[in-house]
T-cell receptor, first 115, second 112 residues
Framework: KAGVTQTPRYLIKTRGQQVTLSCSPI?????VSWYQQTPGQGLQFLFE???????NKGNFPGRFSGRQFSNSRSEMNVSTLELGDSALYLC??????????????FGPGTRLTVL | DQQVKQNSPSLSVQEGRISILNCDYT??????FLWYKKYPAEGPTFLIS?????DKNEDGRFTVFLNKSAKHLSLHIVPSQPGDSAVYFC???????????FGTGTRLKVLA
């Protein structure tokens, strides 16, 4: 069974630009979550999608947005990039949203560098 | 407001000995706890989890202990192996919120 895939793996952008990251969940998984990892901050929850609906979101500005398609693939978008947006962006998928035996599996991440 | 805290940024242990990684939380609504391991340039990998109705869960060399009154959980790795060297994250979830809260991680180094 293929794992969670994220594209692109690496990205360099300049301040003010916008970026779109893509995540393909494990086949059959309908929940996709996004996290931002920066040094010293651990993984910060961005949002979670299930059946094309955002069910929860973290404390990030409105520049961060996402969506999920009918095939459960998800994208996240960051507009008006700032230097502080440089981070590893991780996507995770699970069957229904996690908990109990419903494990959340992570992709390898997209390393975004903002210059 | 860091609801899940890992106060030790790093830990070194001799091969064959026990590694104990600690995690504290503040939100009493959390009812599910997990540990993930992360190697450089890879996403976190699920290790072990525990429900709040239990105080211990074991899987091979890995055991997680939960002390709800102290709002504390720990991961024990016995015996530690060099391949266990990685960053370990604890995470917590309140059922129905679909929002995992992660700690900042502890870098474990197992010395051969």
């Amino acid at each position: 069974k293929a794992g969670v895939t994220q594209t692109p793996r690496y990205l360099i952008k300049t301040r003010g630009q916008q970026v779109t990251l893509s995540c393909s969940p494990i086949s059959g998984h309908r929940s996709v979550s996004w996290y931002q990892q920066t040094p010293g901050q651990g993984l910060q929850f961005l949002f979670e999608y299930f059946s094309e609906t955002q069910r929860n979101k973290g404390n990030f500005p409105g520049r961060f947005s996402g969506r999920q398609f009918s095939n459960s693939r998800s994208e996240m978008n960051v507009s008006t990039l700032e230097l502080g947006d440089s981070a590893l962006y991780l996507c995770a998928s699970s069957l229904e949203g996690g908990g109990g035996t419903d494990t959340q599996y992570f992709g390898p991440g997209t390393r975004l560098t903002v210059l | 407001d860091q609801q899940v805290k890992q106060n030790s940024p790093s830990l070194s242990v001799q091969e064959g000995r026990i590694s104990i990684l600690n995690c504290d939380y503040t939100n009493s609504m959390f009812d599910y706890f997990l540990w993930y391991k992360k190697y450089p340039a890879e996403g976190p990998t699920f290790l072990i989890s525990i429900s709040s109705i239990k105080d211990k869960n074991e899987d091979g060399r890995f055991t997680v202990f939960l002390n709800k009154s102290a709002k504390h959980l720990s991961l024990h790795i016995v015996p530690s192996q060099p391949g266990d060297s990685a960053v370990y994250f604890c995470a917590a979830l309140t059922s129905g919120t679909y929002k995992y809260i992660f700690g900042t991680g502890t870098r474990l180094k197992v010395l051969a």
